[in-house]
């Protein structure tokens, strides 16, 4: 009795990995056509696009840029010189020193001649208390707002810049991140050409700097990485940006702009209350809490992305850093997915509750564990000794090579559209790493994301202290407390 049960539960277990394995194959290969449909409609588009009239324009929206800093001393004047120097006529420029332990804000009020002022603003969201507000005595930094606060978090720290920020569209960033001179203008064509549905949200594409050349705030020459885990996250940012987004723009089922670089209408983000300081993925969890609403409220809106490579930042390249990360990202990720459970398959969302919830739950969320049971299930069968190896064998060559095809395809898409990596040898190291990828990285990418499965069901929060080596091989510490 006992026997013939678990073999029937083995049989459905056997059913169940290969219907999976079937839908991944079909979502992907569909997820590859639409964008690059999308590719191509955006690429169409810059052809008949003039931005020097979008730069001077009296009328565009204007755009408040708020960038949290947290211990960022030793390249803080330098970024911010980036941020100022953008083309566009309507901005402002808000950092927030989130309680800094070491000297940026008397960095930042030496280097650009900084006052306190009694600066007036509504605390519409609740954060922890500004210390100060700081404007330039120097007519050159007039753009510049400085934010003085106590320690609370990334997210407090952002909803501190939109409590003060006095524009229609807030641009929020990483400060340690380089900017394209004309991403603001590139990033507002969303909100121009929509004229059937609100633009609530733009994300923008984000490429990898480590090992690049950079200039005066600016990339001047793009390297991959020396290291193979760099040159995976090369790839991975290809298939994320390039693949994943520009499909789910399509289709306006996006659920993720990238916390690196996104921008939001400003007072859609005051209705839904800001930033949720609670979780570590408050990208997401914003976009999500907005799409929400606009669902609820009937009101036709659009999520949009902006393949342009825009925004330029830094990526851990040791298994310590990236392990941290990749733990934060799929908490992030399981914290959003519970708030807002009550949106999973319910046809009151549209495509975010039918499509776009379902899949990040069922592929995003649940894939570690997934494969980790498939894991489970091979060695049950080697035990039973019903352990097919030509069966086997055959469905790793397929995994293995369809992998290969996707990350194939992003890495084209990369060549066809902008062919940033021109220095020779630069596409071999990609072919490379991405045949390696597969055995050799993914494993530890589950084995990582599992673990953050167990610390969210532990309860264990916060981000940990991430080490950057900083763009100028200048040695970079901050930890974000949540």
Not at 206 to 213: K, M, P
Not at 223 to 236: K, W
Request: hydrophobic residues 45%; glycine residues 8%.
């Amino acid at each position: 009795m006992y026997s013939l049960l678990f073999e029937l539960i083995v049989q459905v277990f056997g059913i169940f990995f290969l219907l999976y394995g079937f839908a991944v194959i079909m979502i992907y290969m569909t997820i590859t056509l639409l964008s690059g449909l999308e590719l191509r409609k955006q690429l169409k588009k810059n052809k008949f696009v003039d931005y020097k009239d979008v730069i001077t324009t009296p009328v565009g929206p204007g755009v408040s840029i708020l960038a949290p800093a947290y211990n960022e001393g030793k390249t803080i004047v330098q970024n911010v010189r980036s941020l100022l120097s953008l083309h566009y006529s309507k901005f402002e420029v808000i950092i927030i020193n989130d309680g800094s332990k070491d000297d940026s804000i008397d960095i930042l009020i030496k280097s650009f001649d900084l006052r306190k002022t009694d600066f007036a603003f509504e605390a519409s969201i609740e954060t922890q208390a500004v210390r100060g507000v700081y404007k330039s005595n120097n007519p050159s930094f007039s753009k510049l707002i400085v934010v003085d606060k106590e320690n609370g978090g990334k997210a407090d720290a952002l909803n501190a810049g939109i409590n003060i920020s006095g524009q229609e569209l807030i641009a929020c960033i990483d400060v340690d991140c380089i900017l394209a001179p004309d991403s603001i203008v590139r990033m507002l064509r969303p909100f121009l050409e929509e004229t059937n549905k609100k633009v609530i949200a733009v994300g923008g594409g984000i490429g990898i700097a480590n090992n690049c050349d950079i200039k005066d705030g600016t990339v001047i020459k793009y390297r991959v990485p020396d290291t193979i885990l760099g040159r995976f996250q090369v790839i991975e940012y290809f298939r994320s940006f390039l693949l994943g987004r520009m499909a789910w723009s399509r289709v306006n089922g996006l659920l993720l702009i990238s916390g690196a670089f996104g921008f939001f209408d400003k007072e859609l983000v005051l209705k839904v209350g800001g930033y949720f300081p609670k979780t570590v993925g408050e990208d997401m969890e914003l976009v999500v809490r907005m799409r929400r609403y606009m669902e609820e409220q009937k009101i036709p809106y659009k999520v949009a992305f902006v393949s342009d490579p825009l925004c330029w930042t830094e990526v851990p390249e040791s298994e310590e850093i990236l392990s941290k990360q990749r733990n934060r990202w799929m908490r992030g990720t399981i914290e959003t997915l519970q708030l807002h459970r009550r949106m999973q398959l319910n046809p009151k969302y549209g495509i975010t509750g039918m499509v776009s919830f379902p899949f990040w739950a069922m592929f995003e969320k649940n894939a570690p564990i997934i494969e980790f049971l498939g894991l489970i299930y091979t060695v049950t069968l080697i035990f039973m000794g019903e352990f097919s190896s030509v069966y086997f064998i055959s469905l790793f060559i397929l995994i293995y090579f369809f992998s290969i095809m996707l990350s194939s395809f992003s890495i084209l898409f990369e060549e066809l559209a902008y062919n940033r990596y021109r220095e020779k040898g630069d596409l071999w190291k990609l072919i490379i790493t991405v045949l390696k990828e597969p055995l050799f990285i993914h494993p530890k990418l589950m084995l990582w994301c599992m673990k953050g499965h167990w610390n969210f069901i532990k309860g264990i929060g916060g981000w940990g202290e991430m080490v950057r080596t900083g763009f100028n091989n200048t040695v970079k510490k901050g930890t974000a407390q949540s």
